[in-house]
């Protein structure tokens, strides 16, 4: 029951997210020549921990973002939100499946897997809402420290999630989980260290 209030809960999930991330890449500008806005996420990418994933997944925006580190990290986000958001996703329907037999240590990783990641989920949300409605002087210092923590921490319970496998015995699930795991982590790393660049950008200039 808990885990079909919890897929109920996801779809309504997918909805919101797929209206946010259309909001953080709709542009009413069309550019014929992409070229520097390309070399513009090429180089900012360069400042992340994982600079080849960042750039393959968010060149294809470049006709949104241009030149603009703000819409970059805007839409950096909205990408780190869809991830997290299918694997959340996928972990809900293994813990469903667990409750019919699984390993005890398995289905109790899967289940804590679940729950860090679905505060992820809100937390990545609350950034792009808060990065939607972006103010000047001490209330972007502020709003933008708020993107910081919540990012930050949506990055900290991705990383328990694998964590909390430890003591899990090798094989398909823990594998799977783990590997997806990373991924989803790598781009919410990605869109912290642009949320941060944005942030120096504007606080330094």
């Given at each position: 029951m808990?885990t079909?209030t919890?897929?109920?809960?996801?779809?309504?999930?997918s909805?919101?997210?797929?209206?946010?991330?259309?909001?953080?890449?709709?542009?009413?500008?069309?550019?014929?020549?992409?070229?520097?806005?390309?070399?513009?996420?090429?180089t900012?990418?360069?400042?992340?921990?994982?600079?080849?994933?960042?750039?393959?997944?968010?060149?294809?925006?470049?006709?949104?973002?241009?030149?603009?580190?703000?819409?970059l990290?805007?839409?950096?986000?909205a990408?780190s939100?869809?991830?997290?958001?299918?694997?959340?996703?996928y972990?809900a329907?293994?813990?469903?499946?667990?409750?019919?037999?699984?390993?005890?240590?398995?289905?109790?990783?899967?289940?804590?897997?679940?729950?860090?990641?679905?505060?992820?989920?809100?937390?990545?949300?609350?950034?792009?809402?808060?990065?939607?409605?972006?103010?000047?002087?001490?209330?972007?210092?502020f709003?933008?420290?708020?993107?910081?923590?919540?990012m930050?921490?949506?990055?900290?319970?991705?990383?328990?999630?694998?964590?909390?496998?430890?003591d899990?015995?090798?094989?398909?699930?823990?594998?799977?989980?783990?590997?997806?795991?990373?991924?989803?982590?790598?781009?919410?790393?990605?869109?912290?260290?642009?949320?941060?660049?944005?942030?120096?950008q504007?606080?330094?200039?």
């Open positions: 808990k079909d919890a897929l109920f809960r996801l779809s309504l999930l909805t919101a997210t797929a209206f946010l991330l259309a909001a953080a890449i709709a542009t009413p500008t069309i550019y014929s020549d992409n070229s520097k806005a390309v070399e513009f996420i090429r900012r990418c360069k400042a992340t921990l994982y600079p080849e994933l960042c750039y393959t997944s968010l060149s294809v925006y470049a006709n949104t973002t241009q030149q603009s580190l703000a819409h990290a805007r839409v950096a986000v990408i939100l869809a991830t997290v958001r299918n694997m959340t996703s972990v329907k293994l813990s469903r499946n667990a409750e019919y037999g699984a390993a005890p240590l398995t289905a109790a990783a899967l289940h804590d897997c679940f729950s860090t990641f679905s505060d992820a989920i809100d937390q990545i949300r609350g950034s792009l809402r808060q990065m939607g409605k972006m103010k000047t002087g001490e209330s972007f210092r709003q933008m420290s708020n993107v910081q923590t919540w930050s921490a949506a990055l900290t319970n991705e990383e328990t999630c694998t964590d909390g496998f430890e899990v015995a090798d094989g398909v699930v823990k594998s799977e989980v783990c590997d997806r795991a990373e991924n989803a982590k790598k781009f919410t790393s990605n869109a912290l260290a642009l949320v941060n660049s944005y942030v120096n504007e606080t330094n200039s």
